[in-house]
């Protein structure tokens, strides 16, 4: 018996060619054609690669940078790199005029202190010198006190010693404030002293803010150099 060859007709060629382009495309994956790092044409697009969101942009930190698919970590990291680079050159301007403001202020201070202190030092022997009259007064106001309590009260003498018991009363009270008065004054000179401090330790603060700021611009750039490491 005579076995015929099957040839398989135009029809069925077409069939198979459709079917091997078919198998082709579901092996390779949509965004194959994407990779990290790898160009693009329009700008700001979005796809994942590897799980991941990237963007269509230029790499920050690549010179003469073109179009690529760049990790939208690194957009975020050159962003706060951005930010905190503004706010350190904002810090520095006021951080300049701040200083300049505080040493004229220390300077001025600074020149007044040793007439301030030797003023002080007066209103030192003031406030004393109030103060022992203060206790010679109370002494005389108690010998009269006494006085009139030997002489008795309703006497002449009597009358005369107590009056003067108020009298002494009232000159030690007089001398208390005038001593408290002294020191006050003695205290608003020196404090003036301690200005100068308060001032230098606010030049401190000033400058540990400008280097603060400057230690945030370091980590931000040190943040955005690894995750816009190119290919990434």
Do not use: H
Not at 37 to 66: H, L, M, R, S
Not at 77 to 102: D, F, H, M, P, V
């Amino acid at each position: 018996m005579r076995i015929s060859k099957c040839v398989p007709g135009r029809g069925a060629t077409v069939l198979v060619v459709a079917s091997l382009m078919l198998a082709t495309a579901t092996v390779v994956p949509a965004q194959a054609a994407n990779k990290a790092g790898a160009p693009c044409t329009k700008a700001n697009a979005k796809t994942k690669i590897g799980g991941d969101q990237y963007v269509c942009a230029k790499n920050p930190t690549v010179k003469k940078a073109k179009l690529t698919w760049v990790w939208i970590g690194c957009l975020d990291s050159n962003k706060l790199y951005l930010e905190s680079n503004a706010r350190l050159k904002t810090i520095t301007g006021t951080a300049a005029q701040a200083l300049t403001a505080l040493d004229t202020e220390i300077a001025s201070l600074k020149a007044a202190v040793p007439s301030d202190e030797a003023e002080a030092k007066v209103f030192d022997q003031k406030a004393l010198d109030a103060k022992t009259k203060q206790i010679d007064a109370l002494a005389e106001a108690k010998v009269a006190t006494d006085k009139a309590a030997k002489a008795g009260a309703t006497t002449a003498a009597g009358k005369q010693y107590t009056a003067n018991a108020a009298t002494w009363t009232k000159a030690a009270r007089s001398f208390e404030l005038a001593a408290k008065n002294f020191e006050r004054s003695a205290v608003s000179l020196r404090d003036k002293v301690k200005g100068i401090a308060t001032k230098e330790k606010q030049k401190v603060n000033v400058l540990q803010t400008v280097e603060n700021a400057k230690l945030e611009v370091n980590s931000t750039l040190d943040n955005r150099k690894q995750a816009c490491e190119p290919g990434l």
